[in-house]
């Protein structure tokens, strides 16, 4: 009974580069939800999705990042030129219903060098 | 404006001495409010969900409660293994409520 899985677990870009970080939910949760963690920071939401959809996005920033949830396969966050300041921990959630209890998984820590 | 405030930011406990954490929250008509503990370098864990003032969840050697506007997290002869930053989240009432507004934790640190 797997939880959900990120990987990779850390990733190093260097400045311009793309990230893809990846999320596979619970087995049967159709709602993702993808926070970014600062060093001394709490947990910011950035997006939400359920199947194929976007339900909310406004957490993510309008410029470089996107975010998809395909009928088949992982979540996928997406951020395009990095830059040092996207360097944080990403984690990605997963419920069976919308407000019910959200699993998160391990992160995905992100470098920018 | 801070929908979700904790306190103490960190604590420190001996082996045994109980205590407790509090989450206070600012929106109306809660529909749940969720504990959770995160260990370094991992993510967060589930631990409670409460939804209606009164009620009351166990689990080992922790109880969280909830009244109108804030929650508690009793910590009852807490041990080291108990050490961790724990996490209170509500959902967001201004957004789809879909995702959760947390604090920024209170870090407990418990010394044998």
Known sequence: N???????????RRRGQEA???????????????????PEEGLKFMVYLQKENIIDESGMPKERFS???????P???????????DSAAYFCASSLQKN???FFGQGTRLTVV | EDQVTQSPEALRLQEGESSSLNCSYTVSGL???????????KGPEFLFTLYSAGEEKEKERLKATLTKKESFLHITAPKPEDSATYLC?????GGSQGNLI????????VKP
């Open chain 1, 2 to 12: 797997a939880g959900v899985m990120q990987n990779p677990r850390h990733l190093v």
């Open chain 1, 20 to 38: 893809r970080l990846r999320c596979s939910p619970v087995k049967g949760h159709s709602h993702v939800y993808w926070y970014r963690q600062l």
């Open chain 1, 67 to 73: 975010a998809e949830f395909p009928k088949e396969g």
């Open chain 1, 75 to 85: 979540s996928i966050l997406r951020i395009q030129q990095v830059v040092r300041g």
């Open chain 1, 100 to 102: 019910t209890e959200a």
């Open chain 2, 31 to 41: 529909r749940g409010l969720f504990w959770y503990r995160q260990d370094p370098g």
């Open chain 2, 89 to 93: 989240a509500v959902p967001d009432y």
């Open chain 2, 102 to 109: 947390f604090g920024k934790g209170t870090k407990l640190s």
